[in-house]
């Protein structure tokens, strides 16, 4: 059978009170809607997946667009019913289901997995239903429609009943309806006109489609999630965060299984998108962000924060450092205190120390930065030593200039080195120095004043000074 994926993503989320979209809102490091989208990508392909968008559409689309599924605008958003019948046409062929069967999920639902989804999917086929209600069990189930079915042993469904309207007895019922359904095209299309209005929100409601189906002799069931946290979406700023947390748990306990050290892990903040190999170690504190990549045996000490950073094998990045789309190879040490910001490129053995700056630098194999410099728009050879204080001028104040020093070069401290500028292999750098020219391989360059030195001039000046 062919199967479609249609994400409601039309709403704006007012209980949010953000002006943002609320599938925009991001957890884990990612919108909502992405995480949906990246879960349903792994049950069909992108270009099977129909989200459904209206409130800010723009914005919506751009955020995800990259990902490949399709779009369908609801202009004038009158509920879920009315999204999937904006949603018919991209599902005919001619006045032929393009498919056999529907699965609809909510882009605000961020904690679905593609199993689950599987679950119902197969589920479904094997009721032979005309719809499948994917439903779970609270403790609490207050605010939630409650699944009503016919029967305590039977999946079979008699309605779905929305809060307001619950008699004293159907209260006290736990199964709730998560707002994620299978549906076989066919009746679904045939039926779907049938929705009407009636009721508080004068809206087209999707969940009507359960009467329907049965009132006109069709198959409606249920299958209950094996974790109920997994479908619950977030109406506040505040239970968004508990996703988050919820998220961001479950993605250090992924890596924990799979041969990673994460002490404290309630402490970390680690994007699902992020890449850590085994026998990496993460300490408390540490945010790993984006499209990380951790390589093994590379310790990440406390109050590191990476976004966007390839990070090799055997790497030491010590406390308190900052770095941003940028490359560390294998066996280099960072910090602590360092900032790399983006497009450095840190070499294999090399060392960035205690509040270096880099930005655009590449160091190469063994160069050593260790103390207080800020090194931009620079290239760095290998086993070159740049002393504490040095920094590349790179900026006249309207351009950036490239700085290039060889292989084995000696940076004195407290140098300047004004860009553009070329400093050749095995030259030494004298402390204190302003260099502006090119300097030749295994030269001396000094650019400093003559020390002039006044024999107890001190002195007399503290006698003047008492008389």
């Known amino acids: 059978m062919k199967f479609a994926i249609a994400i409601l993503a039309a709403g704006k989320g007012t209980r949010l009170k953000s002006k943002r979209p609320k599938v925009l809102h991001a957890i884990g490091g990612q919108p909502l809607l992405e995480h949906v989208i990246h879960a349903a990508s792994q049950i069909v392909e992108p270009s099977d997946i129909y989200v459904i968008i209206g409130h800010e559409a723009d914005s919506v689309r751009a955020a995800v667009e990259h990902t490949g599924v399709r779009f369908v605008v609801q202009a004038e958003q009158r509920g879920t019913g009315h999204a999937i019948q904006e949603l018919r046409s991209s599902l005919l062929e001619g006045d032929k289901p393009r498919y056999d069967q529907l699965l609809v999920l909510s882009g605000d639902v961020p904690l679905i997995r593609p199993e689950t989804i599987a679950q119902v999917r197969d589920f479904h086929a094997a009721q032979n239903a005309a719809m499948t209600i994917l439903t779970a069990v609270l403790p609490d189930a207050t605010g939630y429609g409650r699944v009503i079915l016919r029967s305590s042993n039977s999946p079979e469904v008699a309605a779905i009943v929305e809060q307001k309207a619950l008699t004293n007895e159907q209260r006290s019922l736990k199964e709730i309806n998560s707002g994620i359904y299978a549906f076989s095209l066919a009746p679904l299309l045939a039926h779907i006109s049938r929705l009407t209005t009636a009721n508080a929100h004068a809206e087209y409601y999707l969940t009507d489609m359960a009467a329907l189906l049965v009132a006109a002799a069709e198959r409606v069931v249920a299958v209950p999630a094996d974790d109920a946290a997994e479908v619950l979406g977030a109406n506040t700023i505040r239970e968004m965060m508990l996703l988050d947390r919820a998220m961001r748990l479950r993605t250090a306990e992924k890596l924990m299984a799979d041969g990673v050290t994460i002490f404290r892990p309630e402490t970390t903040v680690i994007d699902a ?39 090799g094998e055997g790497v030491l990045i010590r406390n308190s450092c900052v770095a941003e789309d940028s490359i560390i190879a294998n066996g280099a040490q960072i910090g602590p205190f360092a900032h790399l910001r983006p497009g450095s490129q840190i070499g294999e053995n090399a060392h960035v120390g205690n509040f270096v700056e880099t930005k655009k630098a590449r160091l190469g194999k063994g160069a050593k930065a260790n103390h207080l410099a800020y090194l931009g728009d620079a290239d760095v050879g290998d086993n070159t030593n740049v002393g504490a204080g040095v920094i590349t001028c790179n900026y006249d104040g309207i351009h950036k200039h490239p700085t290039t020093i060889g292989a084995n070069v000696f940076v004195g401290s407290d140098s300047t080195l004004v860009a553009p500028l070329t400093i050749g292999d095995g030259a030494y750098i ?38």
């Open 430 to 467: 004298a402390a204190g120095s302003s260099i502006t020219e090119d300097v030749p391989a295994d030269a001396l360059a000094l650019g400093r004043s003559r020390q002039i030195t006044k024999p107890d001039w001190a002195k007399k000046r503290r006698e003047t000074r008492r008389n």
């Open 273 to 311: 998108s992020v890449e850590i190999a085994a026998d990496a170690v993460i300490e408390p504190f540490v945010q790993l962000l984006g499209k990380t990549r951790i390589g093994a045996d590379t310790v990440i000490r406390s109050y590191s924060v990476l976004r966007n950073v390839q990070v």
